[in-house]
């Protein structure tokens, strides 16, 4: 009787020390799940966050990943899924570095975590060697993608079908690595706001003095236009043009109306070719500088220092943009000469300005 | 018997095992720094033009210690006069008036209040016009590391006796009543003309005390000795040189029982030095010989104290006393007890006012301390003179600037004492010789209390804890509302700690942001047993029992702890033991969830019982409460307008989205998002989409920068508000300008720390703006919003 109970003893002995794994079933902490759309009915991608106390280091230390009733796991499989760990020891995982990248395959391998789903469960387990990339340690965070957010060995192409109805779920966390715990996520009727705004076509176009004049033309001299109708005798700026728009294509201004006339009596245009002031010689012309915006000087009105005046075109282009622009300010110099044999009078023209915007 | 000694040993082996396989706690080393702050101010020297002096404040308040001594000028001795036996607990000697006793008054804060004054009349006799005293600590001699006499000495001018008594600080208890040292006919003792009195405790115990006057009709310093603790004194036995009545002497113990004599001759005006061996009498020379100049006024300018640690003494004192000049110099001599020798250290002034000086000496590092009174360069130094104080790090080479310790300005103060030699404070004393008062400051808190490490445990009912709530230094939760739980945590020091050095108490307050050692954003309060975290009355073991230690407490660096007691209220102290230099005390702190919040994380500081904080917090413990009743966690999140528009937009002014998708020239909100959970970390609210776009066109996104809405160019931002609950706005959408981080997306516009699950409306409002080339077409964004919760 006595060698009975001793061999017992010993036997119990034997087994209280037999080397045995002691699983300490903690809370999972530090844990998230962030989601790319929480709209009802809407494909989504998670991206879930955890820190285990105890680790998981073994073959048998499966991660469980449940999913309430309603969310559509699609056939998610392990080219869908991430999963990236920390080193051990972390005390939360607010910005952990994630050193470790494992490998997924459909099957636990020597060296690869398995990745399966039935129903609403997706199960992760170790590889056969228990550690794959490197074992999980105690207190390491995890990081478990889930979708087209998966990039390791190609990007996922299959999401997660969110919950058909505005609510919180539960996703839990469990498996035989002992820690489990529970995630609250929010399915919204609708997670987006929509903006609209409206930006009006806009032309804007403005002429700063419609009456201007040469004063008393002479042979011996070339005089051009002022707002004050007096004339001068050397070159300045008789009015401005301001032309802006938003119009995709900017815009055109012509010029339209006829030369200098008296009765039947006309001073001649200087017509298509730009060109320089000749006193003595009827002419009559303008040309323009451009300042501001994207609006440019046509020809032949750009030339400097020489002028046109191409009735044989009218209503001739004058200035244009090509695109959106800012207000563009023309300066207009008109030129007028008279030829000795020119006949006295009072002679007026009426030039008409037109902008068109090319939306 | 075989059997049962089998199982004996089966059981024994599996404790063995078991204890062996307990885990072993590591913690991280911290550096310890020390922050003071201190007020600078620039105090111009009006006789030196451009010269100015540049001092600090120290950390308080003079402290009035008693406003009606007998005659300040009559008072001072090169002695101590003052006496701190541990950090809060001092003892400040002076001569009231009234009846003119000898008397003392006693703090218990430090220094902070001083108590009434408490007479020697038992002792030291009635009304007999009593001058100077001087002090001696048993723990200032060498080798002594228990005694609790302070040993006076003083003398009468009615009678004309030199006295001795002594304060057994442990029950301050009077002993040795009116023991005269000496006093004969003839003797002549004239305060105002008279020299003071001096006592010290040699290194075998012996006292050695005396004064300079007129004893026996003859003018002399006189040296008398004590073998059995002041009870019986000898004959006179001091040197022949000291023949002046208005002489100074500081005695100090030197190995194997000799006396070092510090001695100011008055007319000669010098300052020397002799050894006294009590086997062979006087040493054959006289060391230092210091000149000195006199002035009528300040006949004394020194002070000295005692490394005891090494042996070593350090003597400062002004070389001119010179009033109202700029000539005065404090010097600072070091007599190296291993050779017995003085070297000069660095003047600690030059050329200055200052015209007295006292040395004190940290034990803990044994930096020095030199107090000094320093004139203001005004008319008369008597009616406008400062204390301050400077510090060596390097045993006197080099000094740092000076810190002023009186508070109240234009006084004659005189007569720098302090308590000499300290591991927990340096005290100073000084005379206001307008006001006949006694004031004091701390010079310096040698105690540096850390706040080094910590644990959670689940509660039990003992001085024992429960199983572990979670891993040294690491922030813990609850399991259910309303639980009880243990805090044990670790303070480090320097400095010697005796029993019940100091009274602490733990404070509390909800998380704002992270438990951080700077306490940003908290507010702490006095934990008691009704906060909200609040002290847990178990039933057995009572408040202030001796903790029992747990193999899974706390540990620092490797430091020995020292346990001290359970705690269930405030204040607590180190009642159970003292605790040396360099080592830790360990406290266990009951504590409940008393109402707190669900999932609201608090946070944990010690600070002293006068609301000042320690010197360091390395760590703030963290606990979070659970989560709601029922367990669910929950989050709550929704959005109040999923439609919002502009309007038109115009380039000559901004525009503001609402509601009714038709916009606002004025700021406005378009629509609000709403969130809450229980979270224990809170939530986050994330932001991703696009700018305003209409075909290949687009509104600029401001960016990641917070800036102003500027009408006629392109900006496309959002800025958010916050109300209710305690979630905050991220940056950059928290200022008054407008933000959109396309480049940060998904990108944080909100968060909230805890899981109190209070609500917070956000109020979102977007601007746009465009330029006078922003395409025309109808733009639109769609924005998605997403909360994340972390349990």
């Known amino acids: 009787m006595q060698k009975v109970t001793s061999v017992l003893l010993i036997v119990a002995v034997v087994v209280f020390f037999y080397p045995t794994k002691t699983v300490y079933a903690a809370a999972l902490l530090n844990k998230s799940d962030t989601l790319s759309s929480q709209k009802i009915s809407t494909l989504s991608n998670h991206t879930i966050v955890f820190r285990t106390p105890t680790g998981a280091a073994e073959s048998g230390d499966t991660i469980t990943i449940t999913f309430p009733a309603g969310f559509g796991l699609n056939n998610i499989d392990f080219g869908d899924v991430d999963l990236a760990h920390s080193a051990g020891g972390q005390s939360n995982c607010t910005a952990p570095t994630y050193t470790n990248d494992e490998t997924l395959a459909a099957s636990a391998t020597g060296s690869a975590w398995g990745f399966a789903t039935s129903s609403q469960v997706m199960t992760l387990t170790p590889p056969t060697d228990g550690v794959g990339a490197a074992a999980i340690a105690a207190n390491a965070c995890l990081q478990i993608q889930l979708g087209t957010n998966a990039t390791t060995g190609g990007t996922g192409d299959t999401q997660i079908t969110n919950h058909g109805s505005a609510a919180s779920y539960t996703i839990s966390i469990g498996g035989n690595f002992g820690d489990s715990g529970d995630i609250v996520i929010n399915i919204l009727n609708d997670d987006q706001v929509s903006v609209s705004a409206t930006v009006d076509e806009t032309l804007t176009f403005t002429i700063s003095d419609n009456s201007i004049g040469f004063g008393t033309l002479s042979a011996s001299d070339d005089f051009f236009a002022t707002g004050d109708t ?101 300066s207009v110099r008109y030129l007028a000469n008279i030829g000795s044999n020119t006949e006295a009078g009072a002679y007026t023209a009426t030039l008409t300005y037109v902008a068109v915007a090319n939306f | ?223 008398h000795t004590s073998t059995d603790v002041g009870a019986n004194w000898g004959g006179d036995i001091g040197h022949s040189s000291w023949n002046d009545d208005d002489d100074s002497i500081q005695f100090f113990p030197l190995s194997g029982g000799d006396i070092l004599a510090i001695f100011q001759d008055d007319t000669a005006n010098t300052i020397s030095t002799r050894v006294y061996d009590q086997s062979t009498g006087w040493d054959g020379s006289a060391l230092l010989n210091r000149a000195l100049t006199d002035s009528a006024t300040y006949d004394i300018s020194w002070g000295a104290a005692l490394n005891k640690s090494t042996g070593n003494v350090y003597l400062a004192f002004s070389n001119a006393i010179a009033l109202d000049s700029t000539t005065n110099d404090i010097e600072v001599w070091k007599y190296t007890e291993s050779s017995r020798t003085w070297g000069q250290k660095t003047n600690v002034l030059n050329d200055t006012e200052a015209y007295q000086a006292s040395v004190s000496l940290d034990a803990n590092t044994g930096d020095i301390y030199v107090t000094y009174a320093q004139g203001n360069g005004g008319a008369d130094v008597a009616d406008d003179s400062d204390i301050f104080y400077v510090k060596s790090t390097d045993d006197g080479s080099n000094w740092g600037s000076p810190i002023q310790l009186n508070s109240t300005a234009n006084l004659d103060l005189w007569f720098v004492r302090t308590n000499m030699y300290s591991d927990s404070r340096l005290y100073s004393v000084w005379y206001d010789n307008t006001g006949n008062d006694l004031y004091g400051e701390t010079v310096a808190d040698l105690w540096a209390w850390e706040q080094a490490a910590y644990r959670f445990f689940n509660n039990a009912n003992g001085t024992d804890v429960g199983s572990v709530l979670g891993n040294q230094d690491t922030a813990a939760t609850l399991a259910s509302t309303g639980d009880a739980f243990r805090l044990r945590l670790l303070l480090h020091n320097t400095g010697q700690i005796p029993i019940s050095g100091e009274n602490l108490k733990l404070q509390f307050a909800e998380r704002s942001g992270t438990c951080d050692t700077g306490f940003s954003g908290e507010s702490y309060a006095d934990v008691t047993g009704a906060t909200v975290i609040a002290y847990n009355n178990n039933a057995t073991p009572a408040d202030g029992d001796n903790l029992t230690a747990n193999a899974n407490d706390p540990t620092h660096s490797g430091h020995t702890i020292v ?57 703030i413990p963290q606990i979070t409460t659970a989560a709601a009743a029922g367990g669910a966690p929950t989050l709550s999140f929704s959005i109040s307008d999923n439609s919002i528009g502009f ?118 409002r977007y601007v746009a703006n465009i330029s006078a080339t922003t395409g025309a077409g109808n733009y639109s964004s769609t924005l998605t919003y997403i909360i994340t919760a972390t349990f």
């Open chain 2, 563 to 619: 346990n001290q007691d359970y705690e269930e209220a405030n204040n607590f102290t180190n009642s159970v033991a003292l605790i040396p230099s360099g080592q830790d005390g360990k406290w266990d702190f009951s504590l409940k969830d008393n109402g707190a919040s669900a999932s609201t994380a608090y946070c944990f500081r010690i600070v002293k019982s006068d609301d000042s904080g320690l010197d360091v917090y390395s760590i």
């Open chain 2, 647 to 764: 309007g038109t937009l115009s380039s000559g002014a901004e525009r503001y989205a609402t509601g009714d998708l038709t916009g606002s020239a004025s700021e406005v909100a378009a629509h609000t998002i709403t969130a809450s959970t229980t979270a224990s970390s809170g939530y986050s609210i994330l932001l991703n989409g696009s700018t305003l776009i209409y075909g290949a066109s687009n509104i600029d996104a401001i960016g990641g920068t917070n800036t102003t809405s500027t009408p006629g160019t392109e900006q496309f931002g959002l800025r958010i508000t916050a109300s209710g609950g305690n979630g905050t706005v991220s940056v950059p959408y928290v200022a008054s300008g407008f933000a959109f981080d396309t480049g940060a997306f998904p990108d944080q516009i909100a968060s909230d720390p805890d899981g109190d699950n209070n609500a917070t409306t956000y109020s979102l």
């Open chain 1, 230 to 330: 007096n004339g001068s005798a050397t070159e300045t700026e008789a009015h401005t043009l301001v032309v802006g728009t938003n119009a995709a294509n900017g815009y055109t201004m012509t010029v339209n109306g006829n030369t200098l006339t008296f009765g039947g009596s006309t001073i001649d245009a200087i017509g298509s070719s730009a060109a320089s002031s000749t006193p003595g010689t009827e002419q009559f012309g303008l040309r323009m500088e451009a300042s501001g915006g994207v609006g440019a000087v046509s020809a032949p009105y750009a030339a400097p220092a020489s002028f046109a005046f191409d009735t044989g075109a009218f209503p001739d282009e004058v200035a244009a943009a090509t695109a959106p622009s800012a207000n563009t300010t023309y």
């Open chain 2, 1 to 223: 018997m075989r059997f049962f000694i089998r199982h004996i040993f089966a059981i024994l082996l599996c404790f063995g095992i078991i204890l062996s396989g307990f885990p072993v706690d590591f913690s991280v080393v911290l550096s310890r720094g020390r922050i003071v702050d201190r007020v600078y101010l620039a105090m111009q020297n009006d006789l030196v033009i451009d010269n100015f002096y540049f001092g600090q404040y120290a950390e308080a308040a003079q402290v009035q210690i008693e406003p009606n001594l007998f005659d300040a000028t009559d008072e001072y001795s090169p002695s101590p006069n003052v006496v701190f036996i541990s950090d809060q607990v001092g003892y400040a000697f002076y001569v009231d008036t009234g009846v003119d006793n000898v008397s003392y008054s006693k703090t218990t804060d430090g220094g902070t209040s001083w108590g009434a004054d408490v007479d020697m009349l038992s002792t030291m006799g009635t009304d007999l016009n009593w001058a100077a005293v001087a002090v001696w600590y048993d723990q200032w001699t060498p080798g002594d590391t228990s005694g609790t006499l302070i040993h006076i000495a003083a003398v009468n001018a009615t009678d004309d006796d030199v006295y001795y008594a002594s304060l057994d600080t442990n029950g301050d208890v009077r002993l040795n009543p009116n023991t005269v040292i000496t006093g004969t006919t003839g003797t002549v003792f004239t305060p105002a003309g008279d020299g003071s009195p001096f006592i010290t405790k040699a290194t075998d115990g012996d006292l050695f005390a005396g004064a300079c006057g007129t004893f026996s009709s003859v003018v002399q310093c006189v040296m």
